[in-house]
């Protein structure tokens, strides 16, 4: 196909890899695997598609060439997709089509299959949550995101919450301001109304880390 290249997007652990594939002005595809898979589970099939779309297969945090989350950290289903979310906005990619394999048929213990079977809820989970962003869902041995109909809209509502305020706070993101003791001892009571000075103070023993700079 041409043009394959390498990409890596930051991310507050380390970072996102990601393997491209096309003309970086094509059609926006992002390619999304399967569990204990990584972005070259695309290797053979994406020289076999159109030659006018910019694939781009992300590997999943923890797979791949990506940063592992830290340790002791587990890793949600819904923290997948906050990725992929992550990933298209490192992009700007406001709409684009969405690839998603899963490996159920390939694994043969009860536990795997289960893994998989949720793994593959990913890619329609993430058109649940922004259908304005995805103008075409590919599912490759996948199946559909079902919820209970009396449950849809207040799943929908409460989880993307949750990953728009994520997003939006790692984007505020600030290196820390050093402030005097006194400073940060009147930050502290102005945030807390029911502190006493004296109980601020006791708190700040081990809620305030010295400094060079203060």
Known sequence: LGMLSELKFPVPWG???AKAWGPSDGHPV???HGWLDNA???DKLIPLLPRDCYYVAMDFSGH???SHRPAGSPYHFLDYVTDVRRVAAALQWRRFTLMGH???????????QLFSFWYCF???QFCFLYPEMVDKLILLENLGFLLAPEDTEAWLKSKRMV????LSLEAKQQTP???SPEAALQRLLEANRHLTAEGGAILLQRGATETPAG
Do not use: Q, Y
């Open 15 to 17: 970072h996102v890899a």
């Open 30 to 32: 992002l390619c999304l």
């Open 40 to 42: 070259n589970t695309f």
């Open 64 to 66: 791949g060439l990506s």
């Open 102 to 112: 899963s490996m159920g048929k390939t694994k043969t213990s009860l536990k795997a």
């Open 122 to 124: 990913i890619s329609p």
């Open 163 to 166: 990953i728009d305020r994520l």
């Open 177 to 179: 301001k050093a402030r």
